[in-house]
């Protein structure tokens, strides 16, 4: 161990130099390679986990709460609409309380919190009208507390998604410098939020890989971390394109993420009907058989749940280059990595 992690916090990652998170990165290997020995460790033997939820999980919930416990701690889950919590900075009615006192009570139960934040509707403790709110929220939240908070995924990012997804990529195309990853936007009736998205672009640059993001026009990501990946591009000596060209775009790539995304930045409930009718001018953008021969071989990934038939073909989906089960099973053991990595001593952790 290079660093002393303990306590940090995971909002995003290009929070962390790549030192750190190749450290955490090595771990999940090490507690992968353990296989069931790594399922009954106690090295977090007494620390709690609270995991709070304003939007529904599969992957996220049950890989977190198997981390956690595997490691030896507790588990608290809970639904935002269980607490008394408002996450908007105005005053509420009387009923809900607010964020920092919220925090700061929280600070003296538990030992680390996961949040998961991206849309949130007017029942949910309020509304996030502007584009980053979400993680506003959390940056907040870290700052009120000591225990380290970690981003089980906001409207800006996903980091421990984009670090299952450089995993499954090293464990598939071996040395990834210098390989090609393409992100597109592919047309899906259940338009999605961006936090996955952005964060395999930018892990794919801090780890020297050739980046391409391609879209119809109109969908363009978040610039300023577009504008990182470029830069973590540019200082490994590698290529960052943003290309409206779908063919052309997956040209000799190495692995292909088809993921769908909304169009604006934020997008009332209201205008979710007519969102979907705009993305209903693209369906041809979807990852098929005939797009894949033009590839290097790529690798199929997606973050999941996925549209078959719509995002990808279910021949890709379920064909030989689909990685997708191996990459969530990942999420297990990089979620594991980081909550030893924050909450376990390191001379601890030497020793596994």
């Known amino acids: 161990m290079t660093?002393?992690?303990?306590?940090k916090d995971m909002l995003a990652i290009s929070d962390w130099d790549k030192s750190e998170l190749d450290q955490v990165l090595d771990l999940a290997f090490k507690f992968k390679r353990m296989g069931d020995a790594s399922r009954s460790l106690d090295i977090?033997?007494?620390?709690?986990?609270?995991?709070?939820?304003?939007?529904?999980?599969?992957?996220t919930w049950n890989s977190f709460t198997g981390a956690m416990e595997q490691l030896g701690g507790f588990v608290r889950s809970r639904d935002a609409k269980d607490l008394w919590i408002r996450i908007e900075e105005t005053p509420g009615s009387?009923?809900?309380?607010?964020?920092?006192?919220?925090?700061?009570?929280?600070?003296?139960?538990?030992?680390?919190?996961?949040i998961r934040l991206t849309d949130v509707t007017p029942e949910q403790a309020g509304r996030l009208p502007r584009w980053g709110d979400a993680q506003a929220v959390m940056q907040?939240?870290?700052?009120?507390?000591?225990?380290?908070?970690l981003n089980m995924a906001s409207d800006m990012h996903h980091p421990t998604q984009a670090m299952a997804d450089i995993m499954v990529m090293k464990e598939y195309l071996g040395d990834v410098r210098g390989k090609k990853s393409v992100l597109m936007w592919a047309y899906s009736p259940r338009t999605q939020s961006r936090g996955s998205a952005h964060g395999f672009p930018l892990v794919s640059a801090t780890y020297g890989m050739d980046v391409t993001?391609?879209?119809?026009?109109?969908?363009?990501?978040?610039?300023?971390?577009?504008?990182?990946?470029?830069?973590?591009c540019a200082r490994a000596g590698r290529k960052f394109e943003i290309s409206h060209?779908?063919?052309t775009a997956l040209e000799g790539a190495d692995a292909v993420y088809p993921r769908n995304w909304r169009q604006g930045f934020y997008l009332e409930a209201s205008d979710e009907e007519t969102e979907r009718r705009l993305a209903a001018q693209h369906k041809d953008w979807r990852?098929?058989?005939?797009?894949?021969?033009?590839?290097?071989n790529a690798r199929f990934m997606h973050t999941m749940p996925f549209s078959r038939g719509y995002e990808v073909d279910e021949s890709v989906a379920d064909g030989p280059n689909a990685i997708i089960y191996d990459q969530a099973e990942n999420l297990l053991h990089v979620r594991k990595a980081f909550l030893a990595s924050l909450l376990a001593d390191s001379s601890v952790l030497e020793k596994l």
Do not use: H
């Open 3 to 7: 660093a002393n992690l303990r306590g």
């Open 44 to 59: 977090l033997k007494g620390k709690t986990l609270l995991l709070l939820w304003f939007k529904r999980s599969t992957r």
């Open 94 to 114: 009387g009923f809900e309380e607010s964020l920092k006192d919220t925090a700061l009570v929280l600070d003296r139960y538990i030992d680390a919190l996961g």
């Open 140 to 149: 907040r939240l870290a700052d009120y507390m000591k225990a380290p908070v």
């Open 213 to 232: 993001v391609a879209y119809p026009e109109g969908y363009d990501l978040d610039p300023a971390i577009m504008a990182c990946a470029q830069s973590e």
């Open 245 to 247: 060209n779908l063919k």
């Open 287 to 296: 990852l098929t058989e005939s797009l894949l021969k033009v590839t290097n």
